[in-house]
């Protein structure tokens, strides 16, 4: 089945040590995005890939990283990781950003511990 | 500045009833909703989308209202099933959003119950 893997799905850090989340997808789209997630809250877009091209949201903090070394991988770094940054991240990709409905498909998501 | 509202949490409703989610949005360019579902330990998937030149639309036992006057739109499913328990997140978006592309603006979720 076609799919958006992240790895892993539970990762714990502690506060200032770098960490990487992973996302992975089979269904060859040319969109991937990664979410913030926080506790009873909204997702929240940290950036897109759009093929090669990053778009970073406004408010994304700096301490936020991405990269997307080919089709199918995409990296979130977080250089330094503060308690705030606790949450669940979700990796989603998406066809064609520019069709209407841009359906995004989503991993299962990683929920980062900061201790 | 949420721009997507969900402000009911939570939803119990009992099997073979209607269930009723709502949702406000703030952003007069939202022309584009859509209502994802996530179940425990998965990513959302998406379920329905109305365009903002119609006020309905129906896909099986899911229809969703779009009232543009209101900036309210409501997620009904019947009759409800205990496989729909889940959260439902609502999301817009708006044309020209960003570089040429449509992305989504999300609220906060309402977790459904249905009670068999």
């Known amino acids: 089945d076609a799919m958006v893997i992240q790895n892993p799905r539970y990762q714990v850090t502690q506060f200032g040590k770098p960490v990487t989340l992973s996302c992975s997808q089979t269904?060859?789209?040319?969109?991937m995005y990664w979410y913030q997630q926080k506790s009873s809250q909204a997702p929240k877009l940290l950036f897109h890939?759009?093929?090669?091209?990053?778009?970073n949201e406004a408010d994304t903090p700096d301490n936020f990283q991405s990269r997307r070394p080919n089709t199918s991988f995409c990296f979130l770094d977080i250089r330094s990781p503060g308690l705030g940054d606790a949450a669940m991240y979700l990796c989603?990709?998406?066809?064609?950003?520019?069709?209407?409905?841009?359906?995004?498909?989503f991993g299962p998501g990683t929920r980062l511990t900061v201790l | 500045d949420q721009q997507v509202k969900q402000n009911s949490p939570s939803l119990s409703v009992q099997e073979g009833r209607i269930s009723i989610l709502n949702c406000d949005y703030t952003?007069?360019?939202?022309?584009?909703f859509l209502w994802y579902k996530k179940y425990p330990a998965e990513g959302p998937t998406f379920l329905i989308s109305?365009?903002?030149?119609?006020d309905k639309n129906e896909d099986g036992r899911f229809t969703v209202f779009l009232n543009k006057s209101a900036k309210h739109l409501s997620l009904h499913i019947v009759p409800s099933q205990p496989g729909d328990s889940a959260v439902y997140f609502c999301?817009?978006?708006?044309?020209?959003?960003?570089?040429?592309?449509?992305?989504?603006?999300f609220g906060k979720g309402t977790k459904l119950s249905v009670i068999p």
């Open positions: 269904l060859n789209h040319n969109v």
């Open positions: 952003n007069s360019m939202f022309d584009y």
């Open positions: 989603a990709t998406s066809r064609d950003p520019r069709d209407r409905l841009n359906e995004q498909f």
């Open positions: 999301a817009a978006s708006a044309a020209n959003s960003g570089a040429g592309s449509y992305q989504l603006t």
């Open positions: 890939y759009y093929d090669k091209d990053f778009n």
């Open positions: 109305i365009s903002s030149i119609k």
